[in-house]
């Protein structure tokens, strides 16, 4: 063969391998075209696919004035995703000036840990913390994977701390998702009334969840393109949804008034060592919530450091025995039958007295009394006798009939949620000695908002009113979207009784009353004070579910003590509940009502009067007054 040609064999071979080369291409594009074609489009739309979402702010809750006391502040969330942290790295590895790009990162690193506060090494660790989620198996055998987001400061921090990170240019998975952060500018004030929002931005308690239909946005999104550096490529933008904001609630608390009543019960605490303590303030004629406070409370912005008992709303979720503060309800119910006036007398000496063929031993009394008690005297002196014989006055159903007017025993309407019903006990189920019983405010459960807004019916005309808490709803831009106002549940009594009623609750707190100590002239305090003893349900130790009581008793040395009344009597402006559960008063003394409750709508109402712009009321004689004597069966 001449040197100038190549051997058929090498010829062959050549071609064949041209053959196989031009052979291979369109199977190539077969299988990325056709074969492969599904999963190729899914794999190459997902790398370029950028999907953001907008966060939505939540709403505004604020006060009657506009005080803000619940708010979003807009924060950034700093994470890391491992996956590309490692990749970044091992590029950098590969490069010609590894040591440089590699020292350049790390430095950026130590940087963005003092700006978040968090130690170097700690940083370090989160990056290099790849977590294990599945092993896949493909055509090519198996592959681990791993999570690709860790957190490094999700509390988040402020936006000129996010600026100062943004400038360190960090190419190695830094993570920065701009959110809000829900926060309480007045840290603990009106903690039971707000509730809170926790780290996941879910509306657990208070309210923030009852009116989280109103508070919570919607978060929008953007779909588009982005290319090799994750950027966004405006111009293959596919859809967008503005995100929408949340609206802002405004309550009928008065941040003011409400500072007040904490401060009070910080005192009483101090003082007496409650188990539990309760202030209530109420606008006398709409209902509206001026204030509610509760020992023991915590700080929304901390809630994770709170005890569990702190996040009891003690005023709507637990009941306790009313006391003589439920002494109103007999009184009222007899005279707005017109049974008795202010001046029938009853012999309240006496030990038992007849009912329905049976001879019922009455409650004691503190006092012996020398002569037989007016309606007036019995409410002024609390006698628990004139108050069973009241109620006998009235019988079993007809006294039933109105402890349910006046809102015992059911929701008072107060739009917060976890309101319990109290309890009472069906009038077919009643023992025969309840009838002495219950006039005198035990053998039944009341919240304390159900005792505060009894006593509210009698200020408020006669009539029981919906506790009022939300009183607007505005749209972002501030425009009105809803507003709210009083609802009248029912009427109870008419209005002479509750006006007789009030002249005679404006006697307690006087020379004759048991409340005599708190008045201040010319500005006619009109209440009831309450002492009952506690009930104690005793359990075996170990007995951590608390389901089934050894023992069940009422104690002589554990009270609630309470009062409930309003000013100015013959034009009420303002209704002040204060219950103190399981008070210690110094020396071992009785925590009765007068001590330990009383003085407290004494010291609120000296702040509120000049606050609210209360005129004194000149003095006029009470109208129940009057020369007409009755002396009353005892039936």
């Known amino acids: 063969m001449p040197k100038g040609f190549a051997s058929n064999k090498r010829i062959i071979i050549v071609a064949v391998c041209i053959f196989a080369i031009f052979c291979a291409v369109p199977v190539r594009l077969v299988q990325l075209h056709v074969t492969q074609r599904d999963q190729r489009v899914a794999d190459a739309s997902k790398a370029r696919r950028k999907f953001d979402v907008e966060h939505s702010r939540r709403g505004d809750i604020v006060d009657k004035h506009g005080d803000i006391l619940a708010t979003s502040r807009f924060l950034v969330q700093v994470a890391v995703d491992p996956v590309e942290y490692e990749k970044t790295y091992n590029r950098f590895a590969e490069s010609k000036k590894a040591a440089a790009l590699i020292a350049g990162e790390n430095e950026k690193w130590a940087r963005l840990a003092d700006l978040v506060g968090v130690p170097h090494a700690e940083v370090t660790r989160i990056c290099n913390n790849k977590i294990f989620l599945r092993t896949e198996t493909t055509k090519d055998g198996t592959r681990d994977v791993y999570g690709s987001f860790s957190w490094i400061n999700r509390d988040g921090v402020p936006e000129d701390v996010y600026k100062k990170i943004a400038d360190l240019n960090i190419k190695s998975g830094l993570v920065l998702k701009r959110v809000y952060e829900r926060t309480y500018p007045h840290n603990q004030l009106a903690a039971h009334i707000l509730g809170f929002v926790n780290k996941e931005q879910t509306a657990v308690i208070g309210s923030e969840k009852a009116f989280n239909c109103y508070l919570k946005g919607f978060n929008g999104w953007r779909e588009s393109e982005k290319d090799v550096r994750s950027r966004e490529l405006v111009q293959f933008r596919s859809r967008e949804v503005p995100a929408v904001d949340g609206y802002t609630v405004k309550l009928t608390i008065d941040s003011v008034i409400q500072k007040w009543a904490e401060e009070e ?22 209902g509206a919530l001026l204030a509610l406070a509760n020992h023991p409370t915590y700080n ?20 306790i025995d009313p006391g003589s503060t439920f002494k109103i309800v007999v009184a009222s119910a007899a005279l707005n039958e017109g049974l008795v006036t202010p001046d029938t007398r009853f012999d309240c000496s006496r030990d038992v007295a007849e009912y329905k063929g049976r001879t019922l031993r009455l409650m004691a009394d503190d006092h012996r009394w020398d002569h037989p008690l007016t309606v007036s005297e019995i409410i002024s002196h609390s ?15 007809r006294f039933y009939d109105y ?65 009022q808490l939300l009183a607007e709803v505005r749209k972002p831009d501030g425009e009105l979207a809803l507003q709210f106002g009083r609802q009248t549940r029912r009427r109870v009594i008419t209005r002479e009784t509750a006006r007789t009623m009030r002249s005679l609750l404006q006697r307690v707190v006087s020379s004759d009353g048991t409340a005599g100590r708190i008045a201040i002239p010319g500005y006619q305090f009109a209440g009831k004070t309450g002492t009952a003893q506690r009930f ?64 407290s709508f004494r010291h609120l109402a000296e702040k509120l009067i000049p606050y609210l712009n209360i005129k004194p009321v000149p003095e006029a004689r009470p109208s129940h007054l009057g020369s007409q004597t009755v002396i009353a069966t005892n039936h």
């Open 536 to 599: 104690i349900r005793e359990f075996a130790p170990g007995d951590t579910e608390r389901k089934k009581p050894i023992r069940v008793y009422y104690s002589k040395t554990n009270h609630v003590g309470s009062f409930s009344g309003f000013f100015p009597a013959s034009a009420p402006r303002v209704v002040i509940t204060v219950i103190v559960d399981d008070a210690r008063p110094p020396n071992g003394r009785t925590a009765y009502g007068s001590t330990v409750a009383a003085p």
């Open 403 to 467: 402890i349910r007017a006046f809102g015992f025993g059911s929701h008072t309407g107060l739009a917060l949620g976890g309101e319990v019903f109290g309890s009472i006990s069906h009038v077919k189920n009643w023992n025969a000695i309840d009838i002495t019983r219950i006039p005198a405010g035990y053998s039944i459960g009341a919240t304390p908002l159900q005792i505060h807004y009894a006593m509210a019916a009698i200020a408020n005309d006669g009539e029981l009113v919906t506790p």
């Open 265 to 286: 019960l910080a005192d009483l605490a101090a003082k007496f060592s409650p188990q539990h303590a309760t202030i209530i303030i109420s606008d006398a004629q709409t």
């Open 383 to 397: 006698s628990n006798r004139g108050s069973a014989l009241l109620a006998m006055r009235l019988g079993d159903q």
């Open 300 to 319: 929304p912005n901390d809630y994770g450091k709170a005890p569990e008992e702190a996040f009891d709303n003690f005023a709507i979720q637990s009941y």
